[in-house]
């Protein structure tokens, strides 16, 4: 197991670094000018160059790349309207259309992304798997049929609409308006203002996780420990929900942990939509200004929220499996 992580954790950091050089290199090279439009229409000359120097847009690529790494590891300075502004470590640079450290405004969003992307796998996952082991048990039957096909149906409706049609004409009526307040605040609060996306992304969600757990207990149901378990005399709903959904979970699980990954990195529709404040909604923000430190900045979260639940995967699919080892 050591040198397992080991070696992961090497392969994450190296992942990381590429990526980041990667978009880095993407950004210096689009064709538009980052100072200019991070100042406005209104730039003066002088502005635009301080920008420029403060970003470090002046130097040879390979410098640049190397300060924005060091700064991560050590912090940086920045010129900001005639004052020096430190930025400790890690430092993702500055935000000068915002005014703002990137892990200040990072610091703000996250916490709105992941109580949204937590509390809709909470719902898809719970619901997904057990309506997949109920139609599994009951394979064949009308209550099977009427599963698969619910979740065919909602699969077939795009996910923007769904959100547009929960934030017009039920957000604010039969649910709680969407709005975030911190937990710590207000647990009740912050509960009711997600309440609207937990439930449009758990119940959208949900139909592929049906799908996908009714085939792993199907294939789980059919194996011979399943059936030694039942000639010991072991009541079914035991052998369904305890032996065999145990080893269902699994494959479930690789794809909840890549699944969630990938939402906390695109949930650009249902924070613009419900208004709520994440990073999707800032990365879409800093897209319209270019502002290079934000995007950069969400382009690290997003990699390393990608590699670490790559790395929890394997970890939980041993505990789950235990066939499978990790050496």
Known sequence: MPLFLLRRLTGAVTVVLVTLIAAYS??????????GAICGPRCTPERAAEITRSLGLDQPPVQQIAGYLRGIVAGRDF????????CAAPCLGYSFSLGRPVTELIGDALPVTLSIVTGGAL???????????????????????????ASLAVNAVPYFIVVLIVSLYLAGTVLPRAEYHPLLDDPAAWAGGLLAAWLTLGFTNAAAYTRYARAAMIESLGQDYIR????????ERRVVYRHGMRA????VVTIAG????????NTLFTE????????????????????????????????????????????????????????
Do not use: C, E, W
């Open 26 to 35: 993407l950004f210096l090279l689009a064709p538009t000018d980052p100072a």
């Open 79 to 86: 010129a900001v309207g005639g004052t020096v502004r430190h």
């Open 123 to 149: 719902v898809y996952v719970t619901l997904g798997v057990l309506s997949g082991a109920i139609a599994a048990r009951h394979r064949g039957s009308a209550l099977d049929r009427l599963t698969v096909g």
């Open 228 to 235: 030694t378990a039942r000639s010991k005399g072991i009541g």
């Open 248 to 251: 269902a979970l699994s494959p």
């Open 258 to 265: 890549l699944d969630i990954a990938f939402q906390l990195t």
């Open 272 to 327: 613009s939509i419900f208004g709520l404040p994440g990073i999707g909604l800032m990365t879409l923000r800093a897209f319209d200004s270019f502002d290079l430190p934000v995007l950069l900045g969400g382009v690290l979260i997003g990699s390393v929220v990608l590699v670490s639940m790559n790395l929890l995967v394997d970890i939980v699919y041993s505990l789950l499996d235990p066939r499978v080892r990790l050496t």
